[in-house]
């Protein structure tokens, strides 16, 4: 989705500008733009297509003057991506010059008033509107943050604004509401920006925005107000990333670094919960008596994250005989689902920013349900607006097809199934035991079976020219399948589905064909004879079938054509495993066909609009 990157500061302004939207380009986009104070003026410049094209344009900044500077990668929403479509939007006069990420709501009825007024529009976003209606409550007033406290009073919808006023060249205004604004706090330079990926050459220390506060930023100083005007401080908070840890560090692509870095990730999440035979989770205020109050818990999560629920489900059920419901984040608010302060609601993001969960996660707290947050992108908007955050230490996820957080969204969910049970008393205590061994044994077990990813790469390479692929399992398999055959499908560009291994027969068995790759998980031991037999109905109708099975057991090797073999855990754990060969089979058949693996098309990496 879009990205914003302001800057003040001592140094020439649109080569921070550039650097910064590289940084962001991860989002996805399709278009980008800079607008920059030279003093007396705003010089911008903006394209369709590729940063590389702005940078170009503009002869890496050279051409662009100032020390004050707004810039933006576009995602189209309201019209297509082009020259004219892209931001910054500049008003009728040039003096004002606006980025925008989020949607504006009522910006017809805007454009309808200021149309009335005289205004002229040369797009079709609804971003102009704003960069009209600044000018018009400037005109009225004469004073610059009264305008940012007027358009915030008028503008309905989502947004994170970066604006540039001619007439004050030494500053630039930003706020938001419901999309992402991070603030950094620099020597000699301050920013904002989407996320903290563009400012972290410049600073660690951030502050987190909220809704409807205004900033101004100067290049030595920042000041934060409220919608009356009213100044605010604002806590700060360093980062413990630094610039390597977003830097493709030598690997070709962000995924496959983020498939490699995934033994870490777990040890990270893991270890410093796991002390002295015991759960320790942070910021997690769940009583045994608030817990047994519950009746009821809803996973509600997007994409793979919502896979992650898919998991979760199972898990949570069979550890703590709680009825699971998990729901795509989309759909939760507008299927009028029960809800009451017997309910606990988990939701499950990556960026926490995600516009659906954002909004379920309200509805859900509206309702009086106890919200506990997944999340990785630290205070992130649903980390700071859920009763209870369990932060996965994947550390930056840039790849827009997620793999370490997946795997570490899952071990939270482990650990927090295990200290349900402990708390309920539902499991055993050697049980419990037994499993945060098995836990801690899992990087080590992820180390080991990556280092065999050549084994999977020659299968891509065997396979990459397929046409449809079908991934099925059963129980933590099948919640698996589906998260296998995302991954394929949105780097790839390969249709692929996941099934139930016994619905297959129930419809889309007739899909199956002479040659059709049926991608098979058999690591639920429980089960292994029943997926079979549904591999064996798919294999009786042409199927090639790609089998994924504990190592040691052989049972599928009696019918698949290739068996890949993952390390045994315990079977509620096995998931963290299984996913693995799938995460790097979709890389490989990716790379095979040459597909934009770190930015497949039209993706964005944090979905910031409904
Ligand atoms: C997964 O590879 C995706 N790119 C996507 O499905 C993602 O999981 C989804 O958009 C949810 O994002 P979130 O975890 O940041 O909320």
Not at 26 to 45: P, Q, T
Not at 484 to 489: E, I, R, T, V
Not at 491 to 515: D, F, N, P, R, V
């Amino acid at each position: 989705m879009c990205g914003i990157v302001g800057y003040a500061g001592v140094n020439e302004a649109a080569p921070v500008l550039l650097k910064g939207l590289e940084k962001l380009e991860y989002r996805g986009y399709d278009s980008a733009g800079i607008a920059v104070l030279n003093g007396r003026e705003i010089e911008f410049a903006k394209a369709a297509g590729k940063l590389q094209v702005l940078r170009d344009l503009t002869e890496e900044g050279a051409t662009v003057h100032g020390r004050i500077g707004i810039g933006h990668t576009r995602w189209a929403t309201h019209g297509e991506p082009s020259d004219v479509n892209a931001h910054p939007h500049v008003s009728n006069s040039g003096r004002f010059a606006v980025v925008h990420n989020g949607i504006i709501e009522n910006y017809q009825q805007l454009k309808a008033m200021l149309l009335g007024k005289g205004f002229t529009f040369l797009s079709q976003t609804d971003t102009e509107v704003i960069a009209q209606l600044v000018e018009y409550y400037y005109g009225k007033c004469g004073d610059m943050l009264e305008t940012m406290c007027r358009i915030v009073g008028k503008l309905e919808g989502s947004y994170a604004l970066g604006i540039l006023c001619a007439d004050q060249p030494d500053r630039f205004y930003a706020v938001r509401k419901d999309s992402p604004l991070v603030l950094g706090l620099g020597e000699g330079a301050n920013l904002v920006a989407s996320d903290v990926s563009p400012m972290l050459a410049y600073t660690q220390r951030v502050c987190y925005l909220d809704d409807q506060e205004i900033v101004v930023l100067q290049a030595d100083n920042v000041a934060v107000y409220d919608i009356n005007g009213e100044r605010i401080e604002k806590e700060v908070t360093v980062i413990d990333w630094d610039v390597s840890a977003a830097e493709k560090g030598g690997y070709e692509h962000f995924m496959f670094k983020e498939i490699m870095e995934q033994p870490q990730s777990l040890q990270k999440t893991i270890s410093p919960r796991l002390q002295d035979g015991e759960i320790v989770l942070d910021d997690f205020h769940i009583t045994r008596e608030r817990l047994e109050d519950f009746r009821k818990i809803y996973i509600v999560a997007c994409g793979s994250s919502y896979h992650v629920g898919a998991v979760g489900k199972y898990v949570l059920e069979q550890t703590t005989r709680i009825p699971v419901e998990v729901d795509i984040a989309s759909e939760f608010r507008y299927r009028n689902p029960i809800i009451d302060e017997h309910t606990l609601m988990i939701v499950i993001s990556q960026s926490g920013e995600t516009a659906d969960t954002i909004a379920a996660m309200r509805e859900g707290k509206r309702q009086g349900s106890h919200v506990l947050a997944i999340v990785n992108v630290l205070g992130s908007t649903i980390a700071r607006e859920a009763d209870d955050v369990l932060y996965t230490w994947a550390g930056p996820e840039i790849a827009v097809a997620t793999t370490k957080a997946y795997s570490t969204q899952l071990a939270v969910i482990y650990l927090l199934a295990l200290k349900f049970a402990e708390l309920l008393g539902t499991m055993a205590a050697e049980e419990r035991a037994a499993h945060y061994q098995a836990l801690q044994q899992l990087p080590q077990q992820m180390e080991s079976l990556l280092a065999e990813k050549e084994e999977i790469q020659f299968m891509a390479s065997q396979l990459y020219n397929k046409h449809s692929i079908f991934f099925i399992g059963r129980n933590l398999d099948y919640a698996v399948a589906l998260e296998g055959s995302l991954k394929l499908k949105e780097i790839s560009y390969i249709h692929s589905e996941a099934y139930a291994g016994g619905e297959l027969k129930h419809g889309t068995i007739s899909l199956i064909e002479q040659g059709t790759l049926v991608v098979t998980l058999a690591t639920h031991d429980a089960l292994v004879d029943k997926i079979k037999s549904n591999a064996e109905e798919v294999k009786a109708r042409g199927a090639y079938l790609l089998a994924v099975a504990v190592r040691g057991d052989e049972r599928m090797a009696e019918v698949a054509d290739a068996v890949f073999y993952v390390p045994r855990t315990l079977p509620l754990l096995q998931p963290s495993l299984t996913v693995l060969p799938l995460q790097l089979f979709s890389y490989y058949v990716a790379s095979q066909k040459g597909c934009s693996i770190d930015q497949p098309k039209n993706l964005a990496k944090s979905v910031t609009v409904e």
